[in-house]
């Protein structure tokens, strides 16, 4: 009983500091976490509840959706209705984790084989690419934001820097050696055995590591640069379909390009939902415009990313949204169902999933709030010719929590692409990030500002864009071959 008792408060520990972590940013507490999933994992049940933990405290965000009356949700069911979705991630994530376990149990060799370090290390291995390629896999699908994998930004750049040849399912891989590493380091101190050597050859490794991260983030070149301007408009969504703000916007948009023109800007930027469908009382640019907003293709309503070139009435370029919020903006077809999802639009209509835009400025690679998260659709459009990496969003209502997680993400897309970034959000955060994963600019959240960037563009391609998941492949079959070989010969 006491071990059992042990192995729980292991794992809701262990969860806790891993959602500290993904919420706060503190690598260290992913790290301490990850020590503690490998001795909780031994129970399935101790596995979920590590996962359910950390994506509860990581995911308290959700929280702040209520009040959701404003898009005609009953202010009796907005409470229910938001700690359910926030406890339905949870139980998800500790589905998934408690998969992870189950597996690790049935492909632990017996004692005898474990009684070698190095036939340890061949297993913790194995489970630990299991784990990366799946985050991998996850994050092309709708139930995904942020992973193991992001938790080392913004602090360690340079271990992240190994992201240009793993990418972000590598580093969650690493981060889980890691934390095993720390795990066999507390098992050898218990036991009071000499540890020394495995200390040194930790270090060493991790070293290593840091190096090759560092000199990957050294080549990050530029073939030519481009003075962009950023909007921050600050139109919290809970505002932004009020008459008073509908009736101001025109100006808005006027004042925020006349400063970009007088910037000399290229062109400016908006966030995601920045324009209407009627878009009447919105026209004549003075400069190139790029701004997220609304149209209707066939009757659907898709939300887009519009390009407008100066003196066209109509948008001369368009990236629709392809991944949309399961709730929030996509909705099951079930009878009487929240028609409108949990956002002033809902109803909206997935685009392709192609997120390469080629118009008459640098072609980018596009994406439209969390569609960040899926780091393959991004690498893919880099791979057939985008020179840096355009994302727009609105993150209002949540709090700066989310705004933090959304900036470890956006790094860790420019250091796998060796692309600029620049994200711009109605309330936060606005920000050039260079293609090291060093964060170039960064706006005062929830205030109204034009800024000025300097985007650097370049052509480079990097091993994870031309070759993604082969690498997490090859060592998950090398590490399989080496475990079933101890079973057999156990």
Not at 460 to 479: E, F, N, Q
């Amino acid at each position: 009983m006491n071990n059992i008792y042990s192995l729980f408060i292991k794992a809701f520990a262990g969860g806790a500091l891993a959602g500290i972590s993904l919420s706060e940013g503190n690598y260290i507490f992913m790290l301490l976490g990850i020590s503690l999933l490998w001795p909780a994992s031994k129970n399935p049940w101790g596995g979920f509840c590590w996962g359910a933990m950390a994506i509860l405290w990581s995911h308290k965000w959700l929280l702040s959706l209520h009040p959701i009356s404003w898009v005609g949700i009953s202010s009796n069911l907005s409470l229910p209705i938001t700690i359910f979705i926030w406890l339905f991630c949870g139980a998800f994530g500790g589905g998934l984790v408690f998969i992870w376990s189950a597996l690790s149990g049935f492909l632990a060799p017996g004692r005898l084989q474990f009684s070698k370090l190095e036939n340890k290390f061949i297993y913790a291995v194995l489970l630990s690419t299991i784990w990366g390629l799946s985050e991998e896999l996850l994050s092309r699908g709708p139930l995904f934001w942020m992973g193991v994998g992001p938790s080392l930004l913004p602090q360690d750049r340079y271990l992240a820097g190994l992201a240009r040849w793993i990418g972000s399912g590598g580093l969650a891989s690493i981060h889980l050696l890691a934390g095993w590493w720390i795990w066999q380091l507390s098992i050898a101190f218990q036991a009071r055995k000499k540890a020394k050597k495995f200390i040194i050859l930790g270090f060493a490794y991790f070293s290593l590591a840091h190096l090759l991260g560092f000199i990957l983030l050294l080549d990050s070149p530029t073939d030519s640069s481009e003075k962009v301007a950023m909007w921050q408009t600050n139109i919290p969504i809970r505002q932004k379909f009020s008459q008073e703000e509908i009736n101001a916007l025109p100006s808005k948009v006027n004042r925020a390009l006349t400063e970009a023109f007088e910037m000399n800007a290229s062109f400016l930027i908006a966030p995601e939902g920045t324009l209407p469908l009627d878009r009447s009382k919105i026209r004549d640019f003075s400069i190139k415009f790029l701004s997220g907003g609304f149209r209707k293709i066939n009757g659907s309503l898709r939300s887009s990313l519009l390009v407008f070139n100066p003196g066209e009435e109509s948008f001369s370029d368009v990236l629709d949204k392809s991944r949309l919020v399961p709730l929030g903006e996509w909705i099951p077809e079930l009878p009487n169902f929240l028609k409108n999802g949990l956002s002033a639009v809902g109803g909206i209509e997935s685009g392709n999933p192609s997120r390469l835009l080629d118009w008459e400025g640098p072609s980018f690679a596009g994406a439209i709030c969390y569609e960040l998260s899926n780091g393959k659709a991004i690498a893919k459009a880099v791979n057939q010719g985008a020179k840096w990496i355009l994302v727009i969003a609105n993150l209002d209502p949540y709090p700066i929590s989310l705004q933090k997680q959304f900036l470890s993400i956006a790094q860790l897309r420019s250091i796998e692409t060796s692309k600029n970034l620049i994200s711009v959000s109605n309330t936060g955060p606005t920000s050039l990030i260079k293609s090291n994963g060093r964060i170039d600019t960064l706006l005062k959240p929830n205030e109204e500002l034009v800024q000025l960037a300097d985007l650097e563009l370049n052509g480079k391609k990097t091993l994870y864009t031309l070759i993604s998941d082969l690498p997490m492949i090859a060592v998950i079959l090398i590490s399989l071959i080496g475990v079933l070989r101890l079973r057999k010969y156990g």
